[in-house]
């Protein structure tokens, strides 16, 4: 059975960082891509990051290119999510997904506030 | 960045009967690999989304075949046939053709 289980979440000041992972199993973690997707308290989902099967590449979104970094460590089947600089719109719930969504997390919450 | 339209926004349905829900992107979702990128998922209260359909029109593993995904290009289209109470939550579409990766701004399937 596929798992994925994000932990790491909380409340953080503006300009503080927090790093979100997400431990998977049920599946051979290495052959696949990862995202994270985030979607605000009632409000609709957002794409935030991917990683492809061997790390090699990365992609994000344009609010979060330079504060955000994904990784992933295959040996540990582990996919990462630091963020740094955070601002009041990063307040959100966070699910590590598998490529094209076919199995997300249970979501971690994290919020901004001072 | 792709605009996904997705409309209704709210859609009153009634036990049984049938829902249809459409997506469309301002710039076409074929890829250079020949493949459309255009998923469909639910979430319902209090969980996480749940994929449904994949690339346009294919059912995901134990989804029922009241669901079905057609469409091509920049046009799609969800349908939900006989719908049951299980059915009821909010519905995205996601196209992954093209970074950034968006989603459609969600429609709310609920009892009339």
């Known amino acids: 059975e596929v798992q994925l289980v994000e932990s790491g979440g909380g409340l953080v000041q503006p300009g503080r960082s927090l790093k979100l992972s997400c431990a998977a199993s049920g599946f051979t973690f290495s052959n696949y891509g990862m995202h994270w997707i985030r979607q605000a308290p009632t409000k609709g989902l957002e794409w935030v990051a991917s990683?492809?099967?061997?790390?090699?590449?990365?992609y994000y979104r344009d609010s979060v290119k330079g504060r955000f970094t994904i990784s992933r460590d295959n040996a540990k089947s582990t996919l990462y999510l630091q963020m740094d600089s955070l601002r009041s719109e990063d307040t959100a719930t966070y699910y590590c997904a598998t490529a094209e969504g076919a199995y997300w997390g249970q979501g971690v919450m994290v919020t901004v506030s001072s | 960045d792709v605009v996904m339209t997705q409309t209704p926004v709210s859609l009153p349905v009634s036990l049984g009967g049938q829902a249809s829900i459409s997506c469309r992107s301002s710039?076409?979702?074929?890829?250079?690999?020949?493949?459309?990128?255009l998923h469909w998922y639910l979430q319902k209260p209090g969980q996480s989304p749940q994929l449904l359909i994949y690339?346009?029109?294919n059912r995901f593993s134990g989804v029922p075949d009241r669901f079905s995904g057609s469409g091509s290009g920049t046009d799609f289209t969800l349908k939900i046939s006989r719908v049951e109470p299980e059915d009821l939550g909010d519905y995205y579409c996601l196209q992954s053709t093209h970074f950034p990766y968006t989603f459609g701004a969600g429609t709310k399937l609920e009892l009339k």
């Open positions: 990683i492809s099967p061997s790390g090699g590449s990365t």
């Open positions: 710039q076409s979702l074929v890829h250079s690999n020949g493949n459309t990128y």
């Open positions: 690339r346009v029109s």
